[in-house]
């Protein structure tokens, strides 16, 4: 009973082995970076094969290796004294499942290759006094994270590989911070010494600088035209009654003409009538203030007088 018992353990263990040879020894993860190199851990001595996704991509026959895959074929290569194969300037559709088997030894080796882009630097920028926003293109395992000194103080990351992945800190005073971004094959960092200034720094620098020079140009700005507008419609409503005051002022200055008058004179040959302004035409009576009368020349009143001493006394007003 005991030997049966220890056969069908053997033949179940047996089979547990054969079924681990035909699957393959999990070989492990392996990362590599755009451009770059990688090997797998693997030999094949004599004989054997590196297969993709099931699909044998290079043959190893009697020490000789051939590459049955175009796009391999420039790339891969066999070692004859190590019996490793390297795929090199490596790309991202190169990521997935490999299986080295090797006939002799009857070993299949299982690696799953991930190839990732070197991350981008990030970018920083300080919005405010002590706010600080770190920001990074997204990509396959890309995470964002702020460090003060050797301390990690927050991180992110998103699987949406489309978004722009954003970290914001709130620093203290004098105090320095780097952000850094990473993934499994490369690491980019920007320090950020003294992040903190008060608002009223006499010298601002960088971007808070900018910002703080903006400010000031837009208010300026601002109250300049608010200044401008108001002037103009003062000045608008100020002028018309200006411009009446001087008319008005301007006509009271100019000095009126006197009113002249016309009338035929009558000669009288009495010195006493000739106060008689009656004679003069009607309604002179009344015009005392008469100053000057005119008359119109007629030759027969200048003809030579008669030798009458009479005459002598004529006068024309």
């Not at 770059?36 to 590196?50: C, E, H, N, Q, Y």
């Not at 106060?275 to 003809?303: F, I, M, W």
Request: aromatic share 8%.
């Amino acid at each position: 009973m005991d030997f049966r018992h220890g056969t069908i353990l053997r033949w179940i263990a047996w089979f547990l082995l054969g079924l681990s040879a035909a699957a393959g020894q999990d070989g492990g993860k392996l990362t590599g970076a755009v451009g770059g190199d990688i090997t797998f851990p693997a030999s094949v001595k004599t004989s054997g094969s590196l297969e993709y996704r099931d699909k044998a991509i290079c043959q190893v026959l009697k020490g000789d290796s051939e590459v049955y895959i175009e796009d391999f074929r420039e790339r891969l290569q066999w070692n004859r004294q190590t019996g490793l194969f390297t795929i090199r300037e490596l790309r991202i559709n190169d990521t997935g499942p490999y299986t080295v088997k090797d006939s002799i030894g009857q070993n299949n080796s299982l690696f799953h290759l991930t190839v990732y882009n070197q991350v981008s630097k990030p970018q920083v920028r300080a919005a405010a006094p002590c706010w600080v926003e770190c920001s990074v293109e997204n990509g396959r395992d890309v995470s964002l994270s702020w460090y003060r000194g050797e301390e990690r103080l927050n991180q992110t990351s998103s699987p949406d590989l489309s978004r722009v992945l954003s970290l914001v800190l709130v620093s203290d005073s004098n105090t320095s911070y780097s952000c850094v971004v990473e993934n499994p094959v490369s690491r980019e960092s920007v320090n950020m010494p003294d992040t903190c200034r008060t608002i009223g720094d006499p010298k601002p620098d960088g971007v808070e600088g900018r910002l703080w020079v903006s400010t000031v140009v837009a208010v300026s700005c601002s109250v300049f035209i608010i200044v401008f507008v108001l002037l103009v419609v003062y000045l608008k409503r100020k002028t018309p009654a200006h411009t009446q005051q001087g008319s008005d002022l301007s006509d009271r200055q100019q000095p009126q003409e006197e009113e002249v008058q016309y009338a035929e004179v009558t000669v009288v040959s009495k010195r006493s009538d000739q106060c008689n302004l009656s004679e003069l035409g009607p309604g002179l009576e009344e015009k005392q203030d008469l100053t000057t009368v005119y008359d119109k020349l007629q030759l027969h009143r200048y003809a030579p007088p008669s030798p009458d001493p009479s005459n002598e006394d004529e006068n024309i007003e």
